[in-house]
């Protein structure tokens, strides 16, 4: 009978094996004054002159207005998913026919292809405006993207994992049981 016990609870410990091992591991803990900054997508090229000069403009803007955006970088041209990603972004924006190079800058509502010393204040602008919005009301293009994602497709194999765990984990307490039983008569 004491065997029986200690199968089930390995069993048991077996069954929430899966629902912890698939948790997500990307989860950051953030502060609410971390919440209040403005994303800034930022979809630039490896070697790319124009991106290189938005990212100083970036880097230059940092002791004035650092507190209130954070730039999300996807370098797009030695990456396939980033340059898939900005694809997406841009055919979710009604972009596609003009987003076709880089930088590719998104700011709320607002976007940028390329780089001249022109957008400077027009970004600002929109850091300084989106930076006093509430945060839920903040337009955020990630959340019109397609559900298509590859995330999606991977957590559903991680499902399909963990429901075949589970599948296993109750068949061997069945086993277990049946065993026990067929000892004990």
């Not at 403009?57 to 940092?62: C, D, L, T």
């Not at 337009?139 to 399909?160: A, C, Q, R, V």
């Not at 984990?169 to 039983?181: D, E, K, P, S």
Request: glycine residues 6%.
């Amino acid at each position: 009978m004491k065997k029986v016990k200690y199968l089930f609870l390995i069993l048991l410990t077996l069954l929430v094996l899966p629902f912890t091992v698939f948790a997500d591991e990307e989860e950051e803990v953030t502060t609410e004054e971390d919440d209040k900054e403005v994303i800034v997508y930022f979809f630039r090229g490896e070697g790319c002159s124009h991106c290189a000069e938005a990212e100083a403009w970036f880097e230059s803007i940092e002791e004035e207005l650092g507190s209130k955006f954070k730039i999300v970088d996807y370098e797009t041209w030695y990456n396939e998913d980033n340059a898939n990603l900005m694809t997406k972004v841009a055919k979710a924006r009604g972009e596609e026919d003009t987003a076709t190079g880089v930088p590719y800058i998104i700011i709320g509502d607002a976007s940028w292809v390329g780089f001249d010393a022109s957008y400077e204040s027009e970004m600002t602008d929109k850091i300084n405006e989106m930076y006093e919005q509430e945060v839920s009301k903040r337009y955020n293009i990630m959340d019109f993207l397609d559900s298509d994602t590859t995330d999606t497709k991977n957590n559903t194999g991680n499902d399909i994992l963990s429901l075949v765990i589970i599948l296993l984990v109750c068949g061997g307490i069945g086993t277990g049981i049946y065993f026990a039983r067929k000892q004990n008569a």
